[in-house]
């Protein structure tokens, strides 16, 4: 343990002295979207996982980013490791782009903890639209391109990811290479990303799970620019959940949830409504996020077992 833990690290620490900009997106509701920054999460559930996610950032704000996910993950117990894709679209004002990274982890069983190993190659397509609207005529501008232009880049993210019944915890890092996309005059950001949660009841809420979750997230070229998410929820009779969640200088958020157990696994929606905090209050009406998984858990099938009667042959 201590050994795969002294490694894990060691190349975590060369990661970052090694470390301009596009930044990933983030969900407010980012226990949906591990996976997207996170390569290690693939295969963490019991069975198949996948995730849908949309959100609309500052409503109101002319070009505010529009963002979609689609995570799948699924573990393969028989080596010992997982596997996932991750796709991811962005589109803010006249710039769009599609992240697609397929995902593996290793995993090392340790009793009932597991410590996985993840590593993620990110395929990424840019565009830059020709449909600016602007009061000058564009023309005397030469930084506004004309007829548009796209660009194609591909990077590594790779993450560390820890789950210990009721904890869990992980340190990633995204856009290692900080691939420069010319033709777009893009420059991304090594970013790190630091996760944690922990769920419990209280004496007096038995038909309550609480559940207190972080991440951190900071470009290593600019760590004074962090952001910091911390949440609380409550799970009521394993159904209902209402939560909040709080970004350090933007939002402050409720959430709402609903989950449902069925004969194969488990279904769950969520909605968040972010309410900014930042000088960007005066210019939007907020940020609306939906969010829905499902967890497929296989069920064993037993064979039949065929009696035979020697006085019926």
């Known amino acids: 343990m201590r050994f795969y833990s002294g490694i ?20 407010t509701q980012y226990f949906f979207d591990q996976l997207s920054f996170n390569p290690a999460v693939a295969g963490s559930e019991a069975g198949f996982s996948g995730s849908l996610l949309y959100r609309q950032q500052w409503v109101g704000f002319n070009g505010g980013p529009l963002t979609g996910a689609i995570n799948l993950h699924q573990p393969l117990n028989q080596l010992n490791s997982g596997i996932g894709l991750s796709i ?15 995902c593996y982890a290793y995993k090392l069983q340790l009793g009932l903890k597991s410590l996985q190993f993840g ?47 009721k904890y869990y915890g992980g340190i990633s890092v995204v856009n290692l290479i900080t691939s420069k996309i010319k033709n777009v005059n893009q420059q991304l950001s090594t970013t790190m990303f630091a996760q944690a949660g922990y769920q419990f ?57 609903y ?10 929606i969520g909605y968040a409504f972010d309410y900014t905090i930042s000088e960007l209050t005066k210019a939007n009406s907020g940020s609306h996020e939906i969010a829905v998984s499902y967890l497929y858990i296989p069920t064993k099938m037993v064979e039949k077992e065929r009696y035979k009667n020697v006085r019926f042959l």
């Open 119 to 165: 590593f993620s190659p990110v395929f990424s397509s840019y565009a830059i639209q020709d449909n600016w609207q602007a009061v000058d005529d564009r023309n005397l501008d030469p930084s506004i391109p004309l007829g548009g232009k796209n660009g194609f880049g591909i990077d590594f993210n790779t993450g560390i990811y820890l789950k210990a019944g």
């Open 259 to 268: 989950q449902k157990y069925t004969s194969s696994g488990k279904i769950k």
């Open 201 to 257: 009841k209280l004496p007096f809420s038995e038909v309550i799970d609480w559940t207190v979750g972080t991440l951190y997230r900071s470009p290593l070229s600019n760590l004074s620019t962090a952001q910091i998410d911390l949440s609380l929820t409550a799970l009521i009779k394993e159904n209902f959940g209402l939560g909040v969640n709080y970004r350090n200088g933007d939002s402050f958020s409720p959430i709402i949830s």
């Open 8 to 27: 894990a690290f060691f190349c975590f620490y060369f990661v970052l002295l090694s470390g301009t900009c596009q930044l990933a997106p983030q969900f």
């Open 88 to 102: 991811q679209s962005d589109q803010i004002g006249n710039f769009r782009t599609i992240n697609v990274a397929p």
